[in-house]
Every structure is written in C-alpha cells, then in structure tokens.
C-alpha cells in the first residue's frame, strides 16, 4: 500500500541520516514587477502570475514555525517595494524573530514607507547603486535615482538602527569607478558596509553564456578583462586598509578568474548551494536556485520538502553543476567550497 510517506535510506546499522540543517540563506521573490529597466536585468518582463498575499502570509507562518530564531530572510524581487503588502510581509517575518533583510533599488523608499518599514522590524537594507551619479542613474534607467538615493540614505541613517549595505554590481561600464563609490558612501559612518556583486548573464531570463560574447556590461577584449582584474585588486587592497567592504578577499579573486574566463567554471569541486539556500520564487515554486527547476510550492510543509528524499536527490544532481550563476558567485559565495584560484592576479 503506497502510504505516501517519503522513503528514508538507511546506513548499514539501519540509521537514518540526520535531516540536513534548515537554509542559512532565505529568499522571498515577492514580486517581478519593477520601476526600473536596469540594463543588466529582465525581471520585470518576466510575466508571472503572483500568489495571493494570504499565500505569501500562511507560507511564513511555516517559515517562521521552522526557523531557528535570527536566520536571515531576504525580500527581494523584482523590486519588493513595489508589492502592496511588503510591509506586511516583513512584520510577520519579523514576529518570528527572523532577521528581515530588504533589497531595494532604493527609489520607492520615502520617509512615510521607511517609518512603516521601522515599525515592521526590518533589519537590514541593501540598496542597489551602479556607479557614481551619472553611470548609476544611466545603467539603472533611472534619471535622478542616485541622488534621491543619497537622500533617503541620509534620512534613514538619522532615524533607524538598520544594518546599511550598499550594493554595486561590477561590469564593464562601471568597474573604474568602485573606488570612488566606496569612498563616496563609506564617508557616512551609518553605512555599515559596501557588498559588492560581480555581473553575471541578464537576470531573469534562462542562463545564457553568450552574454559573454555579445554584451556590453562584459568586456570586449583580454585588456578590458584585465582592467576589470586590476580595480578588483585595488579593492582588495582597500579592504585591507580597513576600507569597510564585507566580501572576503577571496570572492574578488574568483571574479578576477571569471572576467578573465568566465567558461573556466569555478574553483571548487561542487556546488553546495543547495544545502544553505532557499528561494520562494515570486510565482510560488520553491527552488534552490534559479536554474535547477522547483522542488516544491510555497503551499507545501516546507520543513517536509526540505528534508525529503526528492530535495536530497536535487542536492545530488545540483552538486556537479559548475556554472557562475548568482548564487554561486554572489549572493551565496562561500570561500570554503570556491577557494581564492593559484592564478588570480
Ligand atoms: C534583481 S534585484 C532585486 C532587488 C531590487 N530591485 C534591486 O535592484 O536592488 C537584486 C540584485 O540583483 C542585482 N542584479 C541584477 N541583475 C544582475 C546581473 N545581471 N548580475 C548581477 N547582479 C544583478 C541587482 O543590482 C540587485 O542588487
Ligand atoms: S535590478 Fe532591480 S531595479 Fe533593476 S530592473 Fe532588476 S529588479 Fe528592477
Ligand atoms: S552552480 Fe549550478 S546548481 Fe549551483 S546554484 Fe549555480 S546554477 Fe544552481
């Protein structure tokens, strides 16, 4: 009789594995939708057909029932401030003890949401920022966006306790300019830290490497990739001069490899992504990433589908996958499985 239970394998002595620990890394897309048309990203062309916010709600109830209290959950999308009830979200995440973090392109903010966002318990606040004023605001399509970033920074250093990152993402167009933007934004001791992001092929469309050949935030010719390799030693080198960038040393080593080759495949022998990271897409599949397809919805006992056979069977087949995807090189870069390269400088 088929019980519908999971089929737990056994060692030799007839024990059960320890179910893995609960993700380090939580990711709630919350929506496609987005302001901006930042050349580097597709999410807001994506057509996607959102969960109710009823939906989104009983799903953090069971996050919030499973999660050790203090795990990080990150609302993103698209742009997050976008969706009606983020505001929401964020306080029922935070009732559970979760650390709330927010991606934003920072350009909905205003002193009226910030405060709502306060009273929500959110803790941390990533915002996006390309370039100096006229690279940012050229990149991201968003004329006068740097500086009402600068703005609402400026506010929300005076009246909240949130952890500030800033967040560039480094490509052909605006790498030179990284060191004046660390200095320019580490000048405000509210910001905690710059975290940097390597540009990987346009987001929110399938992975594709020939993004490699043919666009205009990748470089061109060997020297352009070199020049992009020398910025990421001198931000190397401002970190070790107390610069307050959080990236270990060792991702910029990797991203020098990458922009040198980036169908070099990365450092380590396999991908562990998919045993710290959880994403809640914004059309409610779960994934461990965005190319491995969903293991589950945001309607399922998502303790169950975490620690069940087929999960563990997608860790599997997800560990011999070697591709510089956001996760790996990014959001989820873990020097301990892609050490710093013998040759990356
Ligand atoms: C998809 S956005 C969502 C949050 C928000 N809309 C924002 O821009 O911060 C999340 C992060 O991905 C980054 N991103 C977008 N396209 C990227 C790409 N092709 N390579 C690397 N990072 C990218 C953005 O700069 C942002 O920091
Ligand atoms: S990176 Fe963020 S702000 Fe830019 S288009 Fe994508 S979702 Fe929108
Ligand atoms: S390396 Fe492959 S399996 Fe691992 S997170 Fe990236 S795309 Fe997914």
Not at 49 to 61: C, G, M, V, Y
Not at 308 to 327: K, V
């Amino acid at each position: 009789m088929d019980t519908g239970a999971a089929i737990v394998p056994v060692d030799f002595l007839g024990r059960a594995p320890a179910p893995p620990d609960p993700p380090s890394f939580v990711n709630l897309s919350i929506t496609m939708r987005c302001n901006l048309r930042c050349h580097m990203c597709d999410c807001p062309n994506i057509k996607v057909s959102e969960p109710t916010p009823d939906r989104w709600l009983a799903f953090i109830d069971r996050l919030g029932d499973w999660l050790p209290t203090g795990t990080q959950v990150l609302v993103t999308g698209g742009e997050p401030m976008l969706h009606h009830r983020c505001v929401d979200f964020v306080e029922r995440l935070a009732s559970y003890g979760l650390k709330v973090a927010l991606n934003t392109n920072g350009t909905l903010l205003n002193v009226d949401k910030v405060e709502r966002l306060k009273d929500a318990g959110l803790s941390i606040l990533n915002v996006s920022v390309d370039g100096l004023a006229a690279t940012h605001d050229r990149l991201r399509n968003g004329p006068g966006s740097f500086q009402g970033i600068v703005d609402i920074l400026h506010y929300v250093g005076k009246h909240t306790d949130w952890t500030l990152h800033v967040v560039p993402v480094i490509n052909a167009q605006n790498h030179r300019e990284m060191p004046e933007v660390v200095r320019f934004f580490t000048a405000d001791p509210r910001i905690k830290a710059m975290h940097f992001q390597s540009v990987i092929p346009t987001m929110g469309k399938p992975w594709d490497d020939g993004f490699f050949d043919r666009d205009a935030l990748w470089p061109k010719s060997s020297d352009e990739a070199e020049a992009i390799v020398a910025t990421l030693e001198t931000l190397k080198e401002m970190k070790r001069d107390g610069a307050r960038i959080d990236n270990p040393e060792a991702q910029f080593s990797v991203w020098q490899r990458y922009f040198r080759n980036p169908r070099n495949g990365l450092t380590g022998n396999e991908c562990r992504v998919a045993y710290g990271s959880l994403i809640a897409q914004s059309n409610g599949d779960l994934t461990f990433c965005d190319v491995f397809g969903p293991v589950g919805t945001i309607d399922d006992d998502v303790r169950a589908m975490w620690e069940s056979t087929f999960a563990q069977n997608r860790r599997d087949d997800m560990s011999r996958c070697n591709l510089p995807c956001n996760y790996r090189v990014n959001c989820c870069y873990d020097e301990s499985t892609d050490p710093a390269p013998a040759d990356a400088t």
